[in-house]
């Protein structure tokens, strides 16, 4: 497809378990990103991908939390024993090297946890 | 450091009269500024995005935003709100940090139009 795609589009699970969230980025986009959006905090960042460099943990909350990029494409977030704090909707947004400042964003994963 | 404010959490304007939603930025450096807008279950959409060229941006719909870098501003604009134009909007900061051009997202302003 044209855009930045993700799965599950939504995805209930029982507290303590572990989710993976997928995201297909735009073909030939070099950086990825990962943002959560929830009602307590708004959109905030969590990882960052570019090429075969170190990715950018930073806004990762808390150690249950990891994602990697195979290939330097598909990318997966990984949330052990998830909380219900993690509820949220998890997006995905890539960018080109020619304009490493517009990305574009998938529709995201929405994640409930019971 | 990085960040956005938008001043109003939520806007109601009457279909056919101005709308404005305000932005300030604070940056330590020449900031890169977006407006995203986000309809219900929907995805993120570029409306328009400055980047040190013209400080009049003009987008997608018929909005604009201008680039104030006296007032830090960025205010979003548009001479006569559709019915279609509720939704969401979001306002962006970013620029090489570390070597990443993550996105500072303000809090949002909802919009709401009517009829």
């Known amino acids: 497809g044209a855009g930045v795609s993700q799965s599950p589009s939504n995805k209930v699970t029982e507290k303590g378990k572990d989710v993976e969230l997928r995201c297909d980025p735009i073909s030939g986009h070099t950086a990825l990103y990962w943002y959560r959006q929830s009602l307590g905090q708004g959109l905030e960042f969590l990882i960052y991908?570019?090429?075969?460099?170190?990715?950018?943990k930073s806004g990762l909350p808390s150690d249950r939390f990891s994602a990697e990029r195979t290939g330097g494409s598909v990318s997966t977030l990984t949330i052990q024993r998830t909380q219900q704090e993690d509820s949220a909707v998890y997006l995905c947004?890539?960018?080109?090297?020619?304009?490493?400042?517009?990305?574009?964003f998938g529709p995201g994963t929405r994640l409930t946890v019971t | 450091a990085q960040s956005v404010t938008q001043l109003d959490s939520h806007v109601s304007v009457s279909e056919g009269t101005p709308v404005l939603l305000r932005c300030n930025y604070s940056s330590s450096y020449s900031p890169s500024l977006f407006w995203y807008v986000q309809h219900p279950n929907k995805g993120l959409q570029l409306l328009l995005k400055?980047?040190?060229?013209?400080?009049l941006v003009k987008g997608i719909n018929g909005f604009e935003a201008e680039f104030k870098k006296s007032e830090t501003s960025f205010h979003l604009t548009k001479p006569s709100a559709h019915m279609s134009d509720a939704a969401e909007y979001f306002c962006?900061?970013?620029?090489?940090?570390?070597?990443?051009?993550?996105?500072?997202f303000g809090t949002g302003t909802r919009l709401k139009v009517l009829a």
């Open positions: 947004a890539s960018s080109s090297q020619g304009d490493a400042l517009e990305q574009y």
């Open positions: 962006v900061v970013s620029g090489a940090t570390s070597g990443t051009y993550k996105y500072i």
């Open positions: 991908f570019q090429g075969n460099s170190a990715p950018d």
């Open positions: 400055y980047t040190s060229a013209a400080t």
